[in-house]
């Protein structure tokens, strides 16, 4: 087994996988310490990208995967180094035992490709780089957990909004959810992770304040958090949804569903999210599904 280790933690390697685990200094990156570590399976590097760098700021190393199965990417954020588990930087004076692990690495990569008999389950490499649950983030606004079946959104913190503050929490089932977003704070706007429903079309509210799919982050405090709380949640969809719910067949555990969504549009109807015509329209889309 090669081992290499960076500022930040260590990577060891053997003939299936590269095993990562991140230290928990005061320098490390939030979400680094969040996540603990993750495992990647050789058969999902489609390329290894080392920068030998200099004596100042040391080598790096990057491992890009297979389309599809890395879920940090498919949140559509900007590559930066500290919103993914798949880089490895360290000092100068081990750049030729990380340019050899680096080789080591993309030859596994290679060799594992050739000899698969099926290519691998693309859901299941992508659960092994994010978080387990059950699962827990906390933000100035409140908290988001997801217990492997459900999310729960709580705002209870000091930065909630009179109106979530009086909502207090809501829950959705990991079924009914299509995807999750996250867009960072920028300047001094707020940043915040919105769960998306399956099936049906809601409009985000104006503000942040009042939209009920939010958990908002405020600075650096629980961003990363819910950058990993979001791709933990996308990971875990691909397979969540019922097969009955997904072919439109009429049995109980469809309908519920359905009728959850009626009630959701039912609650931002009644809040002034949705117009008359707009709720009208959106409530016979889910009534002909059943």
């Given at each position: ?26 320098r ?15 058969a ?5 990208d ?101 999310v ?12 979530k ?42 503000a ?83």
């Amino acid at each position: 087994m090669e081992e290499l280790r960076g500022y930040h933690g260590i990577w060891r390697i053997d003939d299936e996988a590269i095993r990562i685990r991140f230290d928990s200094g005061r320098r490390v990156p939030t979400l680094f310490k969040a996540l603990g570590g993750c495992t990647v399976p050789l058969a999902a590097v489609r390329d290894v990208d080392f920068d030998r760098g200099d004596r100042k700021r040391g080598w790096r190393l990057r491992l890009e995967l297979a389309r599809g199965t890395d879920p940090y990417v498919m949140l559509g954020v900007s590559a930066r180094d500290e919103l993914t588990p798949l880089v490895l930087a360290g000092p100068h004076d081990r750049e030729l035992v990380a340019e050899y692990v680096a080789d080591r690495i993309r030859a596994g990569a290679h060799y594992v490709r050739e000899t698969l008999a099926t290519p691998p389950d693309r859901g299941e490499i992508a659960r092994a780089l994010v978080a387990r649950p059950p699962l827990q983030v906390r933000t100035a606004e409140g908290s988001a957990s997801f217990d492997g079946d459900k999310v729960r959104l709580q705002w209870d913190g000091w930065l909630a909004s009179s109106a979530k503050e009086k909502e207090k929490s809501r829950e959705y089932r990991l079924a009914e959810i299509e995807s999750v977003l996250w867009h960072p704070p920028a300047d001094v706007t707020e940043g915040c992770m919105r769960i998306v429903l399956r099936g049906v079309t809601l409009p985000e509210a104006t503000a942040l304040d009042n939209d009920f799919f939010t958990l908002a982050s405020h600075g650096s405090k629980g961003a990363e958090e819910t950058f990993l709380m979001a791709a933990t949640l996308n990971a875990h969809i691909e397979g969540a949804a019922p097969a009955a719910v997904e072919s439109g067949a009429d049995d109980t555990g469809g309908a519920e569903d359905i009728f959850a969504k009626i009630r959701e549009l039912g609650r931002l109807h009644a809040e002034g999210l949705l117009t008359d015509e707009e709720f009208s329209t959106k409530k016979a889309e889910l009534l002909d599904r059943l």
